[in-house]
């Protein structure tokens, strides 16, 4: 039969546009496999050994640009420095992603009594805030922040304070996105 060609454009419209729907329904379901699941929860004693290397990182980049300040630490000093803080209750959140430790932030409330320079109050001290290297920027870094500034709220506390060296660009730069200011 002869078919116009008309009819074969129609039928090739037809054809494309079935193509982009499966594409892009594939490209959806490729993205909801992606999508984690992340929680912030607390850390407990046999979430260590996740906790290691993240600690790891941020020492070995402190040690790196300051050796004049800063201790070289390795597995086993973190270990003993972490299991102390989670005896100690010292509050210790992460961040979770399909049973793996990607992120943590460790923090403790201070209080700041009869200071010769400073006003009495309650501020929430951050000790580390780390995030795996390999996922920065996918905002784990802002959900521990937030918990952490969500306890100080809850706490009665002034301010959440911490240091940040000026060699570490970028968690300066992540803090200023926090809207901590110096």
Not at 37 to 42: H, P, T, Y
Not at 54 to 73: C, N, P, W
Not at 140 to 158: H, M, P, Q, R, S
């Amino acid at each position: 039969p002869k078919v116009e060609l008309s009819e074969y454009k129609k039928i090739y419209k037809e054809y494309e546009i079935n193509v982009v729907q499966v594409s892009r329904l594939v490209e959806q379901k490729a993205i909801d496999r992606l999508i984690k699941v992340m929680i912030i929860r607390n850390a407990k004693i046999n979430d260590i050994n996740q906790i290691i290397p993240l600690m790891l990182q941020v020492s070995e980049m402190h040690y790196s640009e300051r050796k004049d300040i800063f201790k070289e630490k390795g597995v086993e000093k973190i270990k003993l420095e972490l299991k102390g803080a989670l005896e100690n209750n010292e509050n210790i959140l992460v961040a979770e992603e399909n049973n793996n430790i990607v992120g943590v932030v460790i923090f403790k409330i201070k209080i700041v009594r009869e200071h010769i320079n400073l006003i009495d109050r309650k501020v929430i001290w951050i000790n580390e805030l780390v995030v795996d290297e390999k996922l920065r920027g996918k905002g784990i870094g802002t959900k521990l922040f937030n918990e952490t500034k969500k306890y100080a709220k809850n706490n009665k506390c002034d301010a959440v304070e911490l240091n940040c060296w000026e060699f570490n660009e970028k968690a300066l730069r992540f803090y200023e996105r926090c809207g901590m200011n110096t």
